[in-house]
């Protein structure tokens, strides 16, 4: 009995399960379909588990998503592609529920599986599913069906695809908004697949009639695709039909349409070419980055840049820089945010002499803006306008405000500069960072918050690096070992964070003669936070420092420390000490 029972024993289970009050077992149960299908074989797939699938639709949201994805990549399990079609009927069913996302993923599966479909399979049952969807009463199959049109109409004959070109139009024009906004969505897929001259009648007649539509949020998703759709067309054809529309909805009466055209409008420029970007796209650009709403000169102020790239220098500063002086002083904090992240980028395009004249003016009253995101944003991009100014200037225009933020009462801010210094320093040299900067990394090292104490240890590392174990010697060394007696103990540990990020820059010599004995003497201090951080920076040295070293100096004195009355100390020091032992077997 229990052998005529066994084949069954799988989608018995499978049943169960699905049908069991605990999402978590029907979430399994459903992960589990490809082991379910390998163990029932392709033929009970195809007749007992898909149908079984399809009757069982109406679940939780997270168990139809997951039926969904495991569906999209079940094409081996039914026994390939020649059966692939035996797939549609239940995703087609899912194509309808309410869940946006159980929906997107149902389209998502479809398409995968139409794409490697035979062609006749297309034609026979892939098609019609779309049609089937396109009909459906309910607007959500229809919303379904718009993403679904790519993959059926390449393979369809000459009189099925004027059909679907019929079906699609339709589409765009339902009565539901949201059907509308999903085949807008996809329009410029399914404008990728048709030939040339369907694209300049039936495509570019549908996407007219969208730039009418009565809702801003079709028109804004017929901005994004704007760009994409003039590529596909001819230059000429691009001038003539694409670009009045741009200009019109860099007017439109909603501010969510002006603010897509104004993210979108820089990718326009390659498809309409330079004389009609020079004539039509730079007054619109112009209107949108002096628009009334602060979110449109938002997204206008974030692509000032890309759009400078495209254009020639002499139009960018005439007609674009006056913009930007006026962005970098408007009232909304978040326009001169935006502006701030991507202004130096505009150096390049505009070259040394209009940079140094108009840029760096500009860049400078930001600097100094009452917002800390405007700051941190423009000392992110320090090293952009240094490759264009040279150094010289460099120094002379920013150091007065580096030092202002190198004290600004945002930690933000000063830990942004600490961050840039050692480029700043590798950019400046040696001898101008000793005259100006050196006293700044010093003073870091004292500040009230631990990020800047840190953050300026690793500073400290990364300039030994840079100008090499001598000159960290003469000008960091000293003051950083001076520090180890001052009187908060925080500030005596951020001294051992240094000393064990200095060390392997420094070298086995100078972290024994200079750095090991400050570290040995710090054992005996008094409060046990710096006892057990001594512990741990001597367990740092130990792979620089000789074996010698290691055995008559840091040995005793970590012996020492898991003999304190305080469990942290002995246990980093125990563990400092096993990682010794492990060494020396080793060695």
Not at 226 to 237: I, S
Not at 297 to 310: D, L, N, P, S
Request: hydrophobic share 45%; proline share 5%; charged share 25%.
């Amino acid at each position: 009995m229990a052998m005529v029972d066994e084949p069954l024993y799988p989608i018995a289970v499978l049943i169960d399960e699905l049908k069991n009050a605990d999402i978590q077992l029907r979430l399994n149960s459903i992960r589990r379909l490809s082991t379910i299908a390998r163990a029932l074989g392709e033929e009970r797939t195809r007749n007992e588990l898909i149908p079984f699938l399809s009757e069982n639709n109406d679940d939780d949201d997270e168990v139809l998503l997951a039926m969904t994805e495991e569906l999209g990549v079940f094409i081996p399990y039914v026994g390939g592609l020649e059966h692939a079609c035996v797939l549609l009927p239940p995703l087609e069913t899912l194509c309808t529920v309410e869940e946006t996302r159980v929906r997107d993923k149902a389209v998502e599966s479809l398409c995968r599986i139409g794409s490697q479909m035979k062609e006749n399979d297309l034609i026979n049952w892939f098609i019609p599913l779309v049609k089937r969807l396109a009909s459906g009463e309910w607007f959500t199959a229809r919303v379904s069906a718009c993403g679904l049109f790519h993959i059926a109409y390449p393979s369809a004959p000459e009189m099925l695809k004027m059909e679907l070109r019929a079906i699609y139009s339709q589409l765009c024009q339902d009565d539901m908004p949201m059907v509308r906004r999903s085949a807008t969505s996809s329009l410029w897929k399914f404008s990728a697949t048709v030939e040339p001259v369907h694209l300049k009648n039936d495509i570019m007649t549908i996407f007219e009639n969208l730039t009418q539509d009565d809702q801003d949020s079709v028109r804004l998703l017929v901005v994004e695709g704007c760009a994409t759709l003039g590529k596909l067309l001819e230059p000429q054809e691009c001038i003539a039909r694409i670009l009045p529309v741009i200009i019109s909805f860099s007017q439109d009466r909603s501010w969510r349409v002006r603010y897509m055209v104004a993210d979108q409008l820089y990718e326009l420029c390659h498809a309409v070419g330079p004389e009609p970007t020079r004539t039509d796209l730079v007054p619109a650009y112009m209107r949108l980055l002096r628009d009334n709403e602060a979110e449109v000169r938002i997204a206008a102020a974030g692509k000032v840049t890309k759009f400078c790239q495209i254009l020639n220098p002499e139009l960018a500063i005439h007609h674009i820089l006056p913009c930007v002086k006026e962005l970098s002083l408007d009232s909304s904090q978040h326009v001169r945010s935006a502006l701030a992240s991507v202004l130096m980028g505009m150096a390049p395009v505009l070259g040394k002499d209009a940079t140094i004249d108009q840029l760096l003016p500009i860049f400078l009253s930001l600097l100094k803006d009452d917002f800390p995101d405007v700051r941190l944003n423009i000392i992110s991009k320090l090293d952009q306008i240094n490759q264009v100014i040279g150094t010289d200037l460099l120094s002379q225009s920013l150091l007065p405000a580096i030092v202002e933020l190198a004290e600004d009462r945002h930690w933000r801010v000063r830990l942004a500069i600490i961050e840039y210094i050692p480029l700043l320093a590798s950019q400046l040299g040696i001898k101008f960072f000793d005259d100006e900067l050196g006293a700044l990394c010093m003073q870091w090292l004292q500040d009230k918050v631990y990020s800047i104490r840190d953050a300026a240890a690793n500073n400290l590392k990364r300039l030994a690096e840079e100008f090499g174990p001598d000159w960290a010697m003469q000008h960091l060394i000293p003051q950083v070992l001076e520090m180890i007696n001052n009187s908060h103990y925080l500030y005596r540990m951020t001294v051992l964070r240094a000393i064990s990020l200095l060390a392997p820059a420094m070298g086995a010599e100078i972290t024994y003669s200079k750095l090991l004995p400050v570290v040995i003497s710090a054992s005996n201090d008094r409060v046990p936070n710096v006892k057990f951080n001594v512990a741990k920076v001597l367990q740092s040295l130990i792979p620089i420092v000789d074996h010698s070293v290691v055995e008559k100096t840091i040995r005793p004195c970590l012996v020492e420390l898991s003999e304190d009355p305080d469990v942290d100390v002995r246990f980093s020091a125990n563990q400092a000490i096993h990682v010794i032992d492990h060494v020396m077997m080793s060695s």
